[in-house]
C-alpha cells in the first residue's frame, strides 16, 4: 500500500491508562494519556474501577489526540486498538469503542498485541533515536509480563524466556509495600536507590534454569529480611531506606541482565532493546548502556512517555500492519491473555 499521508489512531486501554494518539506516516503527532489516580488509595488497581473511569476517559481523551494533531475523525485511515492482554473490562472499553467508531467512519480497524506494541514502540519515527536492526532482543518488563522475546521482523516475535511466577514490577510493588511505600512503588525504589548504597544488603538471586525468571523467592526474602531486622530494631527501615532500596534494585537488575548475557550468548545476538513500564527504571536503563562497554551489546532505549502504557506504540504498530493490509474483522474480540 502507498504509504502517503497516511493517519491512524492509535486507542490504548489494557490496564488503569485511557490513552490516544495520531500517527502520520511514521511520525507522532499526539500521544494523549488520562491516568486513573483512584487506585492509589487501594495499592494496587481495581478492575471494575479502571473500566468505569475508561468509559469516562475514553471519548476526552480521543477528542483530545485528534485536536492536537491538528486533523478531523475524517481524515483518519485505520483505528488500531489494543486488543490484549491486559484487565478484561478495560480492554473491552477500548475495543468497543475503536470497532464503532471505525465502522462509523468505514475505515480499517486493526487489532494489536499491547506486549509487540512495547516493542515495536523502538519503530516511532524520532529525532535523535536510531530503530534497532533484525534480529534483536527484546527484554519487555512491566507490572504485568517479564519477557525476553527474539524479533526477527515487525510481525515475527517469539518468546525464548518469562517469568514462572511474579513479573518485574509485581516485585518492585510488593517489595514497596513491604517497606510502606506509596503504589505504584517501583519510581519511588528508582528515586530512593539512587541515595544509596547498592551493596549494603545482599539478596540471594533465584536460581531458575534457561532464560526463565522467577521473583517471587526474591519477594519472600525480603519479607523475611525485613521483619527480622525490624524485630531488632522497629526503626530499622526508617533508618536504612535509601540503601534497602538500592540494595533490592542492583539485585532484580541483576537478574535481568544475567538473563539477558546468557540469551546474548544463546542466539549470537547482541542488539538488545527494552520496553515496558519498567524499562523507565533508571538502574535498569544504566545497566543497558554499562552492557555496550562490558558485553559488546548496542543497546536501543525508547523515550520516557513510549515505555509506559501509551498510546503511540499502538497507533505505530496500526501503521506499520496498514501498510502490510493487515486488518481486522468487525467480530474481533477482546483477549485477557493474549500471547506474543
Request: aromatic content about 8%; glycine content about 10%; some cysteine.
Amino acid at each position: 500500500m502507498s504509504s502517503q499521508n497516511i493517519y491512524i489512531l492509535g486507542i490504548e486501554s489494557s490496564c488503569d491508562d485511557t490513552a490516544a494518539s495520531v500517527i502520520h506516516n511514521g511520525k507522532i503527532l499526539s500521544n494523549v494519556v488520562a491516568s486513573q489516580k483512584i487506585h492509589e488509595d487501594y495499592g494496587g488497581i481495581v478492575p471494575e474501577l479502571a473500566s468505569r473511569a475508561h468509559q469516562q476517559n475514553i471519548v476526552p481523551v480521543v477528542h483530545e489526540a485528534l485536536k492536537v494533531a491538528n486533523i478531523s475523525k475524517d481524515q483518519l485511515h485505520a483505528i488500531a486498538f489494543t486488543s490484549g492482554p491486559g484487565l478484561m473490562g478495560s480492554l473491552l472499553v477500548g475495543t468497543s469503542f475503536a470497532k464503532s467508531l471505525a465502522f462509523g467512519l468505514n475505515i480499517p480497524l486493526i487489532n494489536v498485541n499491547h506486549m509487540k506494541a512495547h516493542i515495536l514502540a523502538h519503530f516511532i519515527e524520532e529525532d535523535g533515536f536510531i530503530k534497532p536492526p533484525f534480529p534483536f532482543l527484546a527484554l519487555t518488563i512491566s507490572g504485568g509480563h517479564t519477557q525476553i522475546v527474539t524479533v526477527k521482523n515487525h510481525f515475527d516475535m517469539t518468546v525464548i524466556g518469562e517469568t514462572i511466577d511474579d513479573a518485574v514490577g509485581e516485585a518492585f510493588d510488593k517489595s514497596g509495600k513491604i517497606l510502606g511505600l506509596g503504589y505504584p512503588a517501583g519510581p519511588e525504589i528508582d528515586k530512593r536507590a539512587k541515595l544509596g548504597n547498592p551493596k549494603a544488603f545482599k539478596f540471594t538471586k533465584p536460581k531458575v534454569d534457561g532464560l526463565n525468571f522467577s521473583f517471587s523467592g526474591l519477594k519472600t526474602a525480603i519479607l523475611y529480611f525485613v521483619q527480622r531486622e525490624t524485630k531488632a530494631n522497629p526503626k530499622f527501615v526508617e533508618e536504612n531506606i535509601n540503601d534497602i532500596c538500592a540494595s533490592i534494585q542492583y539485585t532484580i537488575k541483576g537478574i535481568l541482565i544475567d538473563k539477558l548475557k546468557l540469551a546474548s550468548k544463546e542466539t549470537g545476538i547482541n542488539h538488545i532493546a527494552i520496553g515496558g513500564g519498567v524499562s523507565a527504571n533508571s538502574g535498569i536503563r544504566q545497566a543497558l548502556k554499562d552492557g555496550e562497554r562490558k558485553f559488546g551489546w548496542k543497546t536501543y532505549i525508547p523515550k520516557f512517555e513510549f515505555t509506559t502504557d501509551n498510546a503511540a506504540m499502538i497507533a505505530i504498530v496500526g501503521y506499520l500492519k496498514y501498510l502490510e493490509g493487515y486488518f481486522a474483522e468487525q467480530n474481533i474480540t477482546a483477549s485477557a491473555r493474549l500471547k506474543i
